[in-house]
């Protein structure tokens, strides 16, 4: 991929490039030797280290969420509102 990009792709542009646009010089390429003895390597699974979370513990973290989702909510139709009334924040 000899071109140049000014900004990041997006995950639909990087779909849309086919593998002849895509440079590999940079990239040392595998051999016959690499290929004959390549073999799987399955992770190992990890152990959960997570504790279930008692109902109360639910209950106040989501009000506290809420809470501040409400407060956001405020700010931003404050904003919107200085907005239209050509108040800069």
Known sequence: MNKKYNKPLTVKEIAAITDSEIDYSDIPELGDRFWN???LVEPRSKQSKSRPISELTKGWSQERLDAVEGRVEEIRSM???G???GISA
Do not use: G
């Open 79 to 81: 904003l919107i509102a």
């Open 37 to 39: 003895t390549a073999r």
């Open 83 to 85: 907005e239209k009334s």
